[in-house]
């Protein structure tokens, strides 16, 4: 019996450790850290609510818009804010392409190569690699010489010794299956996603003012104006070139990325019995189809709110935000009331205490404190979030497309429902929410297109813009579903400022620590019972944890060697 740990996961956002008990060459016993330490809702205390949303953008650098939309809608929530229809749908574009961007990159950029091996592709015949490409999709880059290119492309990158985010995975190792033609399609799909992604956000630079961290964001709307007669605001033209991105964003959808899960699945197979984890999966639900707050109207919802326990799709149960607690027992952190027993979001405390060990040191104090991260519990229970969590609902739920999208891939790949529980299920939810909400994203075009045909030009709700008209105290949660899961914002308006805020995150879902029955949350439990070929190089960990795609800038900011915050904010 081995224990292994992995340090720093790689191919994320932020730091986190992997801890590993490996007996006869499977993990019984996985360990989560959240390295980092994040201090967002202590700077926020005092200042003016409308503002909170600038501010916490900037949690993380690749999330970008997903906090400004959870704030924004915490505020609107205590305040009893509608916005008007057009900023709805001009929120929800954002989001649906924020969406489509960043499971696009993930799946290429940050997930694919731990299905993909680099150096395989360099031994592909490009006659043979076009031939496989062109019999799963019509993607148009499938020519022999276009093949060709992209592995003399790589062969210079080998030569120069110039690998770049090539360099350091586990290439050759025994768990790799993709035959060499599959890996030179593969890399070439990464360097065309590079490209992709980089022309698709520009919708957030139309509708926002730039990316990431988006400026147009207001409580009770947004800040861009509806004008037909302004180069200065949303007009037929910037409509149109929306719409030729949207069509773009389809396409490679179509074209690429899920013609290549569809490719790469069966290779792996056994990978559908690996990854399952708790069994019980959240949803928030999402993209409003009218003007109402997600808060006080889950029911007008595009992708449906519920929860689902112990892989049981016949019953999707409905979701109480206020059931939401977070345990701090294995956290570096403590609570006033004690560490054994959960605080509810509202009542939250973030009061850092590091107990870690000082480096270098081998292994965590598992049994004690470990993380940064909190342990979140819905009615007490651990529960995962992110597309398969939302996928899942949909599909329980009978949402229509959800269920003929995820039906035709489970047909294709000649497999049962049962494999979505799983690390392959994981990947393929991510890919089957794309196509679905890059479909939806035109729909939602056309909606605000007809809406300002009509005449309908309102972007902002001011009725309770000043302070003067609030009551002397309020509360209200935002929730949204972020790409990686549901986000929850929880604010405490006092006297016109601030006096409370807590920000649960997706990544804390997934990566909390075990909490104070000793649970582990949806990472340790995934990784309970994944095989492990080579301790030394541990590659299944990363194809498990990867799956979710942690964020850890969202749920925790950053310490120095020694365990101290490298900056501190006073608020004066």
């Known amino acids: 019996m081995a224990k292994i740990a992995v340090d720093p996961v790689t191919r994320i956002e932020g730091h986190l450790r992997i801890e590993a008990q490996v007996d006869a060459g499977q993990i019984t016993e996985a360990w989560s850290s959240c390295t980092m330490w994040r201090g967002i809702e202590t700077i926020l205390e005092g200042r003016d609510p409308r503002d909170a949303w600038y501010y916490t953008q900037r949690i993380c650098g690749v999330c970008t818009t997903v906090h400004a939309l959870a704030s924004v809608r915490a505020v609107e929530n205590a305040l009893d804010i509608t916005p008007p229809l057009n900023a709805q749908l001009i929120r929800n574009l954002i989001t649906l392409s924020q969406f489509v961007q960043d499971h696009v990159v993930h799946f290429y950029h940050l997930h694919a190569l731990d299905w993909v091996d680099i150096v395989s592709a360099l031994d592909a015949d490009p006659a043979a690699t076009a031939a496989l490409a062109s019999s799963i999709s019509s993607y148009p880059k499938s020519s022999p010489s276009h093949f060709a290119a992209v592995r003399s492309r790589l062969q210079g990158f080998v030569e120069a010794g110039q690998l770049g985010p090539f360099s350091n995975g586990y290439w050759g190792h025994e768990a790799y299956k993709l035959p060499p033609e599959a890996n030179l399609m593969a890399v070439s799909h990464y ?8 022309d698709y956000i520009r919708i957030h630079a139309m509708l926002g003012g730039k990316n990431p961290h988006l400026q147009t964001y207001l409580v009770g709307g947004m800040a861009i104006p509806i004008d037909l007669n302004s180069q200065d605001a949303i007009n037929a033209d910037m409509l149109s070139q929306i719409r030729v991105l949207l069509r773009k964003g389809l396409e490679f959808v179509q074209q690429a990325y899920i013609p290549d899960v569809l490719a790469v699945a069966p290779f792996y197979l056994e990978w559908a019995g690996i990854g399952g984890g708790l069994g019980n999966f959240m949803a928030f639900g999402d ?6 707050n997600p808060a ?3 029911d007008d919802l595009y992708l449906p709110r519920g929860v689902i326990y112990d892989k049981d799709l016949s019953t999707v149960h409905p979701l109480d935000p206020l059931k939401i607690s977070e345990y701090v027992t294995h956290s570096w952190y403590d609570y006033e009331s004690g560490d054994a027993s959960p ?43 992110g597309p398969l969590a939302r996928m899942l609902v949909a599909y329980a739920s009978g949402h229509e497309r959800v269920v003929e999208v995820v039906d035709s891939v ?19 939810a991510r890919a089957i929410e794309t196509l679905v909400l890059a479909e939806h994203s035109l729909e939602v075009l056309d909606q605000l297109t007809a ?6 030009w309102d972007v902002h709700n001011g009725s309770k813009w000043e302070p003067s008209s609030w009551p002397a105290t309020a509360q209200g949660f935002g929730m949204h ?8 914002h929880w604010i405490t308006i006092k006297d016109q400022k601030i006096d409370h805020y807590q920000i649960v995150v997706p990544s804390t879902w997934n990566g909390g620590p075990r909490d104070g029955n000793g649970i582990g949350g949806a990472y340790e439990a995934a990784l309970v019972g994944t095989p492990i070929a080579d301790e030394e190089r541990p590659l ?17 900011h950053v310490i120095d060697k020694d365990g101290n915050p490298v900056v501190e904010v006073t608020v004066t």
């Open 410 to 428: 489970l047909g294709t790949l000649g497999v049962g429902a049962e494999v979505l529980f799983s690390t392959l299920g994981r990947t393929a």
């Open 343 to 385: 605080l509810a979001p509202f009542d939250g405390e973030t009061t850092p205490n590091f107990a870690g060990p000082q480096p270098p040191y081998e292994f965590l104090d598992t049994e004690g404190k470990y993380s940064w991260l909190k342990s979140p519990r819905y009615d007490g229970r651990a529960v995962e979030v």
């Open 481 to 488: 579903e972020a790409p990686r899961g549901g986000l929850s």
């Open 191 to 198: 360097l065309d996603a590079l490209e992709f992604q980089r």
């Open 540 to 556: 299944e960990i990363l194809r498990t944890i990867h799956s979710f795609d942690p964020c850890m800038a969202c749920a925790a």
């Open 451 to 456: 809406n300002i045909g009509s005449g309908d």
């Open 287 to 292: 993209f409003p189809l009218g003007g109402a």
């Open 296 to 298: 006080v109207a889950p």
